[in-house]
C-alpha cells in the first residue's frame, strides 16, 4: 500500500529541531542577550566598513570559491588555501560532511553534552548517533574509543566543547586519532578556539595537516563577531575538500560575508581586543558566581556553565525567570542534559555585573 502523502528520509522525524537561545526581554526593560555565545564587542571595524562597500555590487553573485577569503585565511594560519571550504557557518560544513560520508546503517560518535548540531545532522543523513559519556562534563577518550565498531564512519569533537567550555589537551585529541581506524573520519570542531589560552590545547592544524582523516571546522561567528553573516570554514586533506566542493552550493557564502570576513581576518587588533575583554570577564564572573556559592564549570571559551543546587525555588528555571524578568537572557540547556544549569555568554562589563548582581537578588531573596 503506498503512503498517503510524502515521507522524509529516514531518521528525519527522529530529529528533535535545534532551538536557538532567546533574544528577548520584557517591554520597557534593556537586553542582555547572553544566550547565543555572541561577540559583546562587536565586529571589527573594517568588517563593517568592508559590509557598507559589498553593497555596492547586490546585483552580482558573489565569488562561488571563496578564493580572496581562502587566501586570507591561508595567509593568518599558514595553510595551503586549496585545502580550505568555506561555507555559509561552519554548521553547513558540519552537515555537507555529514550528507557526503554518512547514510543509513552507519555510526557516528559524539560526547554525552556535545554540540546538538551532531546528532540532528546524522540522523538527518539516516545514520545512528552514538553517545560516548563523558568524565566530569569533559571528552573521555577511551569512552569513545569504546564505542567504535565496524559501523562507525564518524567522530565529531567539539574543542572546546558547548555548553561545557571545557576542552581536550592536544595529546588526548593525538591519542583519539591514532585509536580510529583509517576509514573514520575525526571531525575538529574549533569554534572557540581563538579564545582558548591553554599551553596544551591546539585546534588540530598540524594534525589536520598530517592525516587523511581528520578535518577541522572553524568559524567568524563568534570571536569575530560576524554571526548575523554565517561564515565559517574547514581545512582538510585535499580529497575532503574535493568531495564538499562537488556538492556545497555554488555561492553558498553571500558577498557580505565573504568581505566582511576577509576584513576581520586581516584585524589583529579587533582580535586581541575580543580576546583580552574575554580573559577578564570570564575570570572576574566565574570568581564571582562561585562566591555567591554556585557551581560554575571550568570553561576556556567565552561562556560558562552555571549549576543551581536543589534548594526549591532556587533552580535554573527560576533562577532564568528571574534573570529574564530583568534583561539578562541566558540558555536554558536541558537538551544538553543540565536540567538544572544556565550557560551564561560573557558579554560587555555591565552585563556580567548585573548578571552577578540579579543572580545574588535571586540568592537572597
Not at 598540524?206 to 581545512?235: D, P, Q
Not at 529574564?324 to 560573557?346: C, E
Request: proline share 6%; net charge negative.
Amino acid at each position: 500500500m503506498s503512503a498517503s502523502s510524502p515521507q522524509p528520509n529516514q531518521g528525519i522525524l527522529d530529529i528533535a529541531a535545534y532551538v536557538p537561545g532567546l533574544s528577548s526581554a520584557p517591554e520597557g526593560v534593556k537586553l542582555h542577550k547572553l544566550s547565543a555565545n555572541e561577540s559583546p564587542l562587536g565586529p571589527s571595524p573594517a568588517a563593517k566598513a568592508a559590509v557598507e562597500q559589498s553593497t555596492r555590487l547586490l546585483e552580482d553573485y558573489p565569488d562561488g570559491s571563496a578564493t580572496i577569503l581562502r587566501e586570507a585565511i591561508a595567509s593568518a594560519h599558514g595553510l595551503d588555501a586549496q585545502r580550505i571550504v568555506c561555507g555559509n557557518g561552519s554548521d553547513e560544513l558540519l552537515g555537507l560532511l555529514a550528507q557526503c560520508y554518512l547514510k543509513p546503517g552507519d555510526e557516528a560518535i559524539y560526547s554525552e553534552h556535545g554540540f546538538l548540531v551532531y546528532p540532528i545532522q546524522i540522523k538527518a543523513n539516516g545514520a545512528t548517533p552514538i553517545v560516548a559519556p563523558e568524565q566530569d562534563q569533559r571528552t573521555d577518550v577511551d569512552a569513545v574509543l569504546a564505542c567504535v565498531t565496524q559501523k562507525t564512519k564518524m567522530v565529531f569533537l567539539a574543542n572546546p566543547n558547548n555548553p561545557t567550555g571545557t576542552y581536550v589537551p592536544m595529546s588526548e585529541v593525538r591519542r583519539l586519532h591514532e585509536g580510529l581506524p583509517a576509514h573514520v573520519m575525526l571531525v575538529l570542531d574549533a569554534a572557540y578556539a581563538e579564545y582558548v589560552r591553554r599551553n596544551d590545547y591546539e585546534a588540530g592544524i598540524e594534525l589536520v595537516a598530517s592525516a587523511s582523516n581528520v578535518v577541522m571546522t572553524r568559524t567568524f561567528s563568534k570571536i569575530y563577531g560576524l554571526a548575523a553573516l554565517r561564515v565559517g570554514w574547514m581545512f582538510a586533506p585535499a580529497e575532503i575538500v574535493d568531495v564538499l566542493n562537488r556538492v556545497r552550493g555554488p555561492f553558498n557564502v553571500n558577498a557580505a560575508a565573504l568581505a566582511a570576513a576577509t576584513a576581520a581576518v586581516a584585524d589583529r587588533e579587533a582580535l586581541d581586543k575580543a580576546v583580552a575583554h574575554n580573559d577578564e570577564w570570564l575570570t572576574w564572573t566565574s570568581d564571582a558566581l562561585r562566591d555567591l556559592g554556585l557551581t560554575v564549570t571550568p570553561s576556556v571559551g567565552n561562556f560558562i556553565l552555571i549549576h543551581f543546587g536543589d534548594e526549591p525555588g532556587k533552580g535554573a528555571a527560576e533562577a532564568d525567570s528571574f534573570l529574564t524578568r530583568r534583561g539578562f537572557v541566558l540558555r536554558r540547556v536541558v537538551p544538553y542534559g543540565f536540567p538544572n544549569a544556565l550557560r551564561m555568554s560573557i558579554g560587555t562589563e555591565e552585563a556580567c555585573r548585573g548578571t552577578v548582581a540579579a543572580l545574588t537578588e535571586f540568592l537572597n531573596g
